[in-house]
């Protein structure tokens, strides 16, 4: 059963660069049927897509962050990490790495987020 | 960006009840919407993809209609399990994707 872990620093000071890193358990990272995201949550708030990155190193961003922004994926390591500079308080949020599996039909390539790790909160405070 | 607005914002059912969560796309999405069920401190859990097929493992209860801007959620038969926010997310403009603002399913 595939599994994802979230590690990193619970609280990052504002103008500093919030490191995260997702583990990948249970299934390969290197598969070319799926892509790696992440997903954040501020407290009490819906979810926003971060990115999505490929196990070749493709990267997909929001372009809400894309300026601050890099996710990297080391395969040897089972691993996929996101950076994110020049942190506010409004970056304080619950973030969630996940796996994006798809089907392809006529009408196009359909996919999804699943499964989700259990997520790391990241507190933004001086 | 796709914009994806659910409706109600939150619902309070009894157990038993059958519920619709309904979600509206700001351009024609075709089928390419997803929904999630979040508890309370958990991660999302995907319930449907491509607007209708169910996740394995997911109850029956569970069902997704819907095609172009406007897609449903239903759950008959309320279970105490299923109290829950749930989202909707939009694949079609992926891989830059959006999901609702969530619509909280609380107990009456």
């Known amino acids: 059963q595939l599994q994802l872990q979230e590690s990193g620093p619970g609280l990052v000071k504002p103008s500093e660069t919030l490191s995260l890193t997702c583990t990948v358990s249970?299934?390969?990272?290197?598969?070319?049927?799926?892509?790696w995201g992440w997903i954040r949550q501020a407290p009490g708030k819906g979810l926003e897509w971060i990115g999505t990155?490929?196990?070749?190193?493709?990267?997909y961003y929001n372009s809400s962050l894309k300026s601050r922004l890099a996710i990297s994926v080391d395969t040897s390591k089972s691993q996929f990490s996101l950076k994110l500079s020049s942190v506010t308080a409004a970056d304080t949020a619950m973030y969630y790495c996940?796996?994006?599996?798809?089907?392809?039909?006529?009408?196009?390539?359909?996919?999804?987020?699943?499964?989700w790790g259990q997520g790391t909160l990241v507190t933004v405070s001086s | 960006d796709i914009q994806m607005t659910q409706s109600p914002s939150s619902l309070s059912a009894s157990v038993g009840d059958r519920v619709t969560i309904t979600c509206r796309a700001s351009?024609?999405?075709?089928?390419?919407v997803n929904w999630y069920q979040q508890k309370s401190g958990q991660a999302p859990k995907l319930l449907i993809y491509?607007?209708?097929s169910l996740q394995s493992g997911v109850p029956s209860r569970f069902s997704g209609s819907g095609s172009g801007t406007d897609f449903s959620l239903t759950i008959t038969s309320l279970q105490p399990e299923d109290f829950a926010t749930y989202y909707c997310?939009?694949?079609?403009?992926?891989?830059?994707?959006?999901f609702g603002q969530g619509t909280r399913l609380e107990i009456k």
């Open positions: 249970g299934g390969s990272i290197s598969s070319s049927d799926y892509y």
């Open positions: 996940a796996r994006r599996g798809a089907l392809y039909d006529s009408s196009g390539i359909y996919n999804w987020f699943d499964p």
């Open positions: 990155i490929y196990y070749t190193g493709s990267t």
């Open positions: 351009q024609s999405i075709k089928r390419f």
């Open positions: 997310q939009q694949s079609y403009s992926t891989p830059s994707i959006t």
């Open positions: 491509a607007a209708s």
